[in-house]
């Protein structure tokens, strides 16, 4: 069993920035890609980044590339995306996902999931 606990959202003006953070315990893999998913009011959850276990590849969504960072410390099992300009199109709840490969970092195919952390861009 693995448990994947989001931490670092919240309130911030349009323009400002916040880091979230995940931490993975339990039953991890070895070999994993870690990802950032979020889920706005009345949308369907979104892919935002992945990264690889040796962090050589990492994607984003084009709606936030230039603007977010995604990052992982494997000695801590944890994954980091750094937001910055964010924007009030960003409120949503943010989801850490894990995966056995960087290929099926997609809503349908990762294996554990966050509970999710709420961020809320003020205009």
């Known amino acids: 069993q693995v448990q994947m606990v989001e931490s670092g959202g919240g309130l911030v003006q349009a323009g400002g920035s916040l880091r979230l953070s995940c931490a993975a315990s339990?039953?991890?893999?070895?070999?994993?890609?870690m990802g950032w998913f979020r889920q706005a009011p009345g949308k369907e959850r979104e892919f935002v980044a992945a990264?690889?276990?040796?962090?050589?590849?990492?994607n984003y969504a084009d709606s936030v590339k230039g603007r977010f960072t995604i990052s992982r410390d494997n000695a801590k099992n944890t994954v980091y995306l750094q937001m910055n300009s964010l924007r009030p199109e960003d409120t949503a709840v943010y989801y850490c996902?894990?995966?056995?490969?960087?290929?099926?970092?997609?809503?349908?195919?990762?294996?554990?999931w966050g509970q999710g952390t709420q961020v809320t861009v003020s205009s």
């Open positions: 990264i690889s276990w040796s962090s050589s590849i990492i």
């Open positions: 996902a894990l995966s056995g490969a960087i290929e099926t970092m997609t809503v349908a195919a990762a294996n554990y």
């Open positions: 339990g039953r991890t893999f070895s070999s994993t890609a």
